[in-house]
């Protein structure tokens, strides 16, 4: 019989599978023929075909939650198997995400990078070293690397002799301070700002292109470079009056594509929808590839059985990871009262991955004993209602209305009000977008009336 405290521990909502790993890739489902466009089939054919020997820049977008970081892994399984070394990194272990500058995020890859390259080959990289020695002989600061790093404790400048600090400890010495630290964060885009075309053709000529070649020398393909969660950037004001995602993607997006290697960067959903998306676009030679939901139904409303039973898997793989699908589904008694009540908690969550997790885990937690029933979930789906529901102001109802009957989300205020509150998801059907209300919204008596 399945185990209630492992199965709990099985479906939480907050791991990323990483399919590289064999624990992790008995959990995973494709969704890609219910999502209707396969991204990571295009963003994987870009860097292992068209542009092989040569750099390229892509950005990758959609609802947060939605399997973004899933996706991103099985891209660099798919990347490492055809000889490629990737470097897939989360940028908020980084970056401070209310306020992100340019400099931040270079440096932040330029470490990733030296930290991957130093476990193959050795990076020289003199001129870096030298810049960044100069960077905190300016900055003043007192870094303590063997609190931060477990290294010797340095004042006032890094020692760049390879034997006593590596490229990748000597740029963390930054980046961490940065991070934790807005007055040094601030000092540091204030110095290396203006420098920063010469600090990209030093990560370029010092680190990226002869560690590519001496990636080649061991049979390597070349350098992949995943920048994930950096669409989680918050969109507040810089200074300057530009939003924070307009600022990196917009006006500072050509530095971006400037890194003599691959690059995938996640973007914030929102700029699909912002007047700026026109010059974004600009900046990049690729238009941004979307994830889209799991679709669970079709436009016309007709019910889209394939999508149903692909998100029915992923529920079942959790508890059952060494069965076959069709074994699995001849357990769903061991977890569910009756197959209705796992369909109604499919439905009820839109396809939204993230969300249908979320909603079983408070099920189990709340049921406190398998097979769970009926009632405790509607508990469960009244509370996420609720929830929902107590922040969506009058003239946003009336949005969620037109939304209903348009199925359409048109600028950027619809969506920093509905799509960034998860009040509305979108799909995609024969490469067309169509959004729809969060099914959960559904259950509220004013889109009820």
């Given at each position: 019989?399945?185990?209630?405290?492992?199965?709990?521990?099985?479906?939480?909502?907050?791991?990323?599978?990483?399919?590289?790993?064999?624990?992790?890739?008995?959990?995973?489902?494709?969704?890609?023929?219910?999502?209707?466009?396969?991204?990571?089939?295009?963003?994987?054919?870009?860097?292992?075909?068209?542009?092989?020997?040569?750099?390229?820049?892509?950005?990758?977008?959609?609802?947060?939650?939605?399997?973004?970081?899933?996706?991103?892994?099985?891209?660099?399984?798919?990347?490492?198997?055809?000889?490629?070394?990737?470097?897939?990194?989360?940028?908020?272990?980084?970056?401070?995400?209310?306020?992100?500058?340019?400099?931040?995020?270079?440096?932040?890859?330029?470490?990733?990078?030296?930290?991957?390259?130093?476990?193959?080959?050795?990076?020289?990289?003199?001129?870096?070293?030298?810049?960044?020695?100069?960077?905190?002989?300016?900055?003043?600061?007192e870094i303590d690397l063997k609190a931060s790093l477990g290294t010797s404790t340095l004042?006032?400048?890094?020692?760049?002799?390879?034997?006593?600090?590596?490229?990748?400890?000597?740029?963390?010495?930054?980046?961490?301070?940065?991070?934790?630290?807005?007055?040094?964060?601030?000092?540091?885009?204030?110095?290396?700002?203006?420098?920063?075309?010469?600090?990209?053709?030093?990560?370029?000529?010092?680190?990226?292109?002869?560690?590519?070649?001496?990636?080649?020398?061991?049979?390597?393909?070349?350098?992949?470079?995943?920048?994930?969660?950096?669409?989680?950037?918050?969109?507040?004001?810089?200074?300057?009056?530009?939003?924070?995602?307009?600022?990196?993607?917009?006006?500072?997006?050509?530095?971006?594509?400037?890194?003599?290697?691959?690059?995938?960067?996640?973007?914030?959903?929102?700029?699909?929808?912002?007047?700026?998306?026109?010059?974004?676009?600009?900046?990049?030679?690729?238009?941004?590839?979307?994830?889209?939901?799991?679709?669970?139904?079709?436009?016309?409303?007709?019910?889209?059985?394939?999508?149903?039973?692909?998100?029915?898997?992923?529920?079942?793989?959790?508890?059952?990871?060494?069965?076959?699908?069709?074994?699995?589904?001849?357990?769903?008694?061991?977890?569910?009262?009756?197959?209705?009540?796992?369909?109604?908690?499919?439905?009820?969550?839109?396809?939204?991955?993230?969300?249908?997790?979320?909603?079983?885990?408070?099920?189990?937690?709340?049921?406190?004993?398998?097979p769970l029933t009926e009632a405790t979930l509607e508990e469960a789906i009244i509370d996420?209602?609720?929830?929902?529901?107590?922040?969506?102001?009058?003239?946003?109802?009336?949005?969620?209305?037109?939304?209903?009957?348009?199925?359409?989300?048109?600028?950027?205020?619809?969506?920093?009000?509905?799509?960034?509150?998860?009040?509305?998801?979108?799909?995609?059907?024969?490469?067309?977008?169509?959004?729809?209300?969060?099914?959960?919204?559904?259950?509220?008596?004013?889109?009820?009336?």
């Open positions: 019989m399945l185990n209630y405290t492992e199965f709990f521990n099985c479906i939480n909502p907050s791991k990323t599978l990483n399919i590289s790993q064999e624990e992790d890739r008995q959990y995973y489902i494709d969704f890609t023929q219910v999502r209707g466009h396969d991204s990571i089939r295009k963003l994987k054919h870009r860097i292992s075909v068209l542009l092989r020997d040569k750099p390229s820049c892509s950005l990758f977008t959609g609802h947060i939650g939605c399997g973004k970081s899933t996706e991103l892994h099985k891209l660099q399984a798919e990347l490492e198997a055809e000889g490629f070394c990737v470097v897939n990194f989360e940028s908020d272990e980084d970056l401070d995400t209310a306020d992100v500058d340019i400099v931040d995020v270079v440096l932040t890859i330029a470490k990733r990078v030296s930290a991957k390259l130093e476990d193959i080959v050795e990076p020289e990289a003199t001129g870096l070293r030298r810049l960044i020695q100069r960077t905190n002989e300016v900055l003043t600061t004042k006032g400048e890094v020692d760049t002799s390879k034997k006593s600090l590596s490229l990748s400890a000597g740029i963390a010495s930054l980046t961490v301070k940065a991070k934790n630290d807005s007055q040094t964060r601030e000092k540091l885009s204030q110095y290396l700002g203006p420098q920063i075309t010469g600090l990209l053709n030093s990560i370029n000529n010092e680190l990226i292109q002869p560690g590519i070649e001496s990636l080649n020398a061991k049979g390597y393909a070349g350098l992949v470079v995943i920048v994930d969660n950096l669409d989680r950037i918050d969109n507040r004001p810089k200074p300057s009056g530009r939003s924070q995602q307009e600022y990196l993607f917009v006006d500072r997006g050509e530095l971006l594509t400037k890194l003599a290697c691959h690059t995938v960067y996640t973007m914030p959903l929102g700029l699909r929808f912002s007047n700026e998306f026109g010059n974004l676009t600009q900046r990049f030679q690729y238009k941004p590839e979307c994830l889209p939901m799991v679709s669970i139904r079709h436009r016309n409303g007709e019910d889209y059985p394939e999508g149903l039973a692909k998100l029915k898997q992923m529920v079942l793989a959790r508890a059952f990871p060494q069965l076959t699908e069709a074994e699995r589904l001849e357990r769903i008694g061991e977890i569910f009262e009756t197959p209705e009540v796992f369909d109604r908690l499919c439905r009820v969550t839109g396809g939204h991955v993230r969300d249908l997790l979320q909603l079983l885990s408070q099920w189990v937690e709340e049921e406190m004993q398998l996420r209602c609720n929830e929902m529901t107590l922040a969506i102001s009058p003239r946003e109802w009336e949005l969620l209305r037109e939304v209903r009957q348009t199925q359409k989300v048109q600028d950027q205020v619809g969506y920093e009000n509905l799509i960034r509150s998860r009040m509305v998801f979108e799909y995609q059907e024969r490469r067309q977008s169509w959004f729809d209300v969060n099914p959960i919204l559904l259950e509220a008596a004013e889109l009820n009336d």
